[in-house]
């Protein structure tokens, strides 16, 4: 797959990882070509940020586990 991203964020590809219970698993690699830190938290939360864009815009949505209330 080809490499996507800016100067200092290299997207190289995602990977199906696993299926669990509760939804499927990706991992995604991707390079920060700069040691700044704050440029490796900037890059994560776009990733991020366009994941949940992207599932908003294909009407995708998550199952919600109802909240168990616990009586003493």
């Known amino acids: 797959m080809p490499s996507r991203g800016s ?3 290299v ?3 995602p990977t199906f ?5 509760m939804g499927l698993v990706f991992e995604i690699v991707y390079f920060v070509t700069s040691p700044d ?6 890059a994560q939360n776009l ?7 992207d599932l908003q815009n ?3 949505t998550f ?7 616990i009586e003493e």
């Open 37 to 42: 830190h704050s440029l490796f938290v900037k």
């Open 63 to 69: 199952s919600v586990i109802p909240a168990i209330s």
């Open 7 to 9: 100067k200092t964020c």
């Open 47 to 53: 990733i991020n940020y366009r994941i949940f864009q």
């Open 58 to 60: 294909e009407a995708i």
């Open 11 to 13: 997207f190289r590809e």
């Open 17 to 21: 990882n696993r299926l669990l219970r």
